[in-house]
């Protein structure tokens, strides 16, 4: 049976491999073509190995996107989002695990629903609201739509439920004043979720492409991904090699950070798969 | 005077539910005061009570001459120990003492000296720099103490800080808590479920059950002569024999309203043992089971009266099935109405 | 019970002044939770609530976004949406893209975590290699296989063509193009489905497989038996929530096919996108919203019924 046939060793030996190379070689096919001249990239059948390596796509891309501007921008939006999402997140949740207030169960539903509703149908009314206070191009519209979130309430307010009666008493009874109680108790405690809100929150930012093509209209404000994009639109067709270098540019920091903190990006990616 | 009063003290949940109905109780400067009993007796509402963790829904706590009602936890002068000790488990053992002292702003130096005083009675100098996490629970416990003693509160409140620990750990810390008591001088009071605790460790016993008291007195006092049934049985291992003795025949020495007599396990011996004068009630029966406890043994009788329980230090074990003849001395028994009050002779 | 500030003042030690703040005190400590919540609460009614609402509102107008007159249509925008053939055309696409890349994605993703269950360095490696994608931006993925699916000179052509096949224009034949977007979509999102199907393996108890094992069940009898009906809630909260992201497919589309070739591979989010900003007509944009926000509405409301009931197949 085919089944037992792939389980088995040898079986099982190539399909590893099969596995590595749809998955892994798409990867290695990028960065070699950043590294191929315009005339090996257009090679048939493509060389596996170049015969000849060079920088200057790097140099290129950097050239023909003002590189450091987007990069700068998606910087400033990500951690601006990283912040204001701290802000209104450690609160809410607090609220919500540690006080009992009517219409709790409301406000926090009213979270929950905003939960599911996706940029893909805000954009266009957000798009209208903007432009009718005249902040298209800046940079409150990339952030303030994503200065909360409610899937990081939802996980913060567990955490936070669990902290055991008995600490807070014990604290209160140490003069301890409510925000002294946060900083001491609750938020140590809360660390491993902080982070993984970080992290979830850092990678998407970073990688989103849709909210800073939809909501701008011109290059002030726009981040990498979208920056990156108009690699592709050079006038005497497509230069692979420059757009691969600046895909390796745009990918990279999110690598380095996966592979540092693999484990925990896993984690906080599947738990949200059966939250 | 770190005295601590209820006039009319009153706990309820909601309308319907009251733990606590009318509590009146004085607990002395000084005392190390247990409230002992069995689950759900609100004996850990009254703790809270006095620590500003519950509030009163009616009546009033005066401590120390100030009416208490409306104070805040933080500032009643007093220290807690909790059951789960409630340390912070993200602060080193330094950090979980000087806790309360850092948010009063004491100086630095102040706070070193607290400490170091407070170690050394606690036997704690080398953990100060670690986690409570790397502790073993008697070093919880410990850390847990200091804390509250770091504070030189009026009173101190331990919720069932016993509870966690293994056997011989809370024998070790029983003695070491009278110790501590002695040496402070200061008022405890301490809640346990456990009698032995109490009766080891209390100078004054409070026994409560359904959120009333049913009796306040010293360790000996309640042992030699308990108020009521629930008293009589509570205290003391193994419990007092009891029995209804509404249809057994009349003795001329039993008091009239007495529907009700018991005596201790330990004040049974065998027949062999008694002497012509004394005025005793005899028993007989067969050995059901027996208990070895090294120094003594518990056995239990089956007679046409009930199942008796008696405790000899006798070194040689009686077999099972054995029929005995066991008796009782009179004024080893205690006498309960049908209200379960005691009666007392003349 | 003494009430009175002064009564209270002399038996506690504070100041009447110490009474009355305590008295302004327990007004800021009705309105903290409140206080605590505002924040957050402000950015999803502004920032998602109110479009919804708003979506809907602008769905009943004809307008082209630069001229300040709206003209009141009522649903006469859905009546022209539901008579235009290209909005089904777009609304197949987009359909048969959701059910292909669940389907696979899915299968595949069944097939690997149950490959790849052991704990073993190798398949460790396996794990996080095939997960990978996931956490790269879409933007990015698109690029790549933009050049991967090039006609002339790409790789992807180069392999097919070791086997014998002819160049095909992944992106270019209307035939295929779709379905081009499917396998990327399902090459991104197959390691995170198989993380998460693994995740739920791993919690099912060993013993119900040595019991089992002792009632003499092969392998297939096991599987549909036993890990099916234990796996079978995750399984469907994934089919939920995979569902729900590909009726939402736009940035594959905008950077590798815009729409074409010959609406081929337009959805749903790419016409609100091209009605709403290269043909400027808002409202009937607005509408092809709205038929956006019931569908994901539908889903959503099964993924919080499953929550509430967790599913198991018999």
Known sequence: MLFSMIFHKAGRCVMNTLLALIFFFPFYWMVITSFKTLGDTVLFPPELIPSTIQWQSYIDAFKAIPFLHFLGNSLIVTFSILILQMFTIIPAAYAFARYEFKGSRFLFGIAMVAMMIPVQLTFLPLFILFSQLGLINSYASLILPFASSAFGIFMLRQAFKQVPQELVEAARMDHASEWRIICKVFLPLARPVLVTLALLTFISTWNDYFWPLVLTTSDAVRTLPVGIASLRNVESGMYYNTLMAGNVMLILPIMLVFLYAQKQIIKAFTYMGDK | ?346 | MLKNETAISSMTNKTVSDVRKNAGHSVWKKIKPYAFVAPALSIFLIFSIYPAFRIIDLSLYQWNLVSPAKDFVGFQNYVNLFHDPEFFETLRNTILYTVLTVGLSLSLSLFLAIYLKNDTRVNRFLQRLIFSPYIVSLASISFLWLWLMNSDVGFLNYIISLFGIGKVDWLGNPHVALFSLVLISVWKTAGYNTLIVLASLQVIPKHLYEAAALDHANQWRTFRKITLPMISPTLFFITIVDIISSFKVFETIQIMTDGGPQNATNTLVFAIYEYGFKFYKIGYASSIGVVLLVIISIFTILYFRGLASKVHYQ
């Not at chain 2, 009173?155 to 009278?178: C, Q």
Request: hydrophobic letters at 40%; glycine letters at 4%.
């Open chain 2, 1 to 346: 005077m770190s005295e601590i009063v209820f006039f009319h003290a009153k706990k309820a949940y909601d309308s319907k539910k009251t733990v606590i109905e009318d509590l009146n109780l004085v607990i002395p400067d000084g005392s190390f005061t247990v409230l002992v009993g069995p689950s759900g007796c609100g004996k850990s509402t009254t703790l809270r009570m006095i620590a500003g963790l519950e509030s009163l829904s009616d009546g009033e706590l005066v401590m120390d001459g100030r009416r208490m009602n409306e104070v805040a936890p933080e500032d009643r002068d007093i220290a807690m120990v909790f059951q789960n000790f409630a340390l912070y488990p993200t602060m080193t053992v330094r950090e979980n003492i000087e806790f309360g002292l850092v948010n009063k702003k004491i100086p630095r130096e102040e706070r070193q000296k607290l400490i170091a005083d407070v170690v050394e009675t606690v036997r704690l100098a080398e953990y100060l720099d670690k986690n409570p996490g790397e502790l073993s629970g008697g070093q919880r416990q410990r850390v847990a103490l200091a804390r509250a003693m770091v504070k030189k509160p009026k009173v101190f409140l331990m919720d069932e800080p016993l509870s966690n620990l293994d056997a011989r750990l809370r024998n070790e810390m029983r003695t070491e808590l009278i110790e501590l008591h002695k040496r402070l001088q200061t008022t405890f009071v301490y809640v346990t479920h456990d009698q032995t605790e109490a009766m080891s460790m209390a100078t004054d016993i409070v026994l409560m059950s359904n959120g009333v008291i049913r009796q306040k007195d010293a360790p000996i006092k309640i042992y030699n002569d308990p108020n009521n049934i629930f008293a009589a049985q509570f205290i003391g291992t193994p419990a007092m024999n009891m029995f209804d003795i509404r249809e057994w025949p009349q003795h001329n020495s039993i008091p009239e309203q007495a529907r009700y007599m018991g005596f201790r396990p330990s004040r049974v011996h065998l027949a062999q043992e008694a002497t012509a004068s004394m005025d005793k009630m005899d028993f007989q029966g067969r050995i059901l089971t027996h208990e070895f406890f090294g120094s003594e043994i518990i056995y239990r009788v089956e007679t046409d009266n009930g199942i008796l329980s008696f405790k000899t230090f006798h070194k040689d074990e009686l077999p099972l099935d054995m029929e005995v003849q066991v008796y009782v001395e009179k004024r080893d028994c205690y006498f309960f109405d049908d209200k379960q009050n005691r009666v007392r002779c003349s």
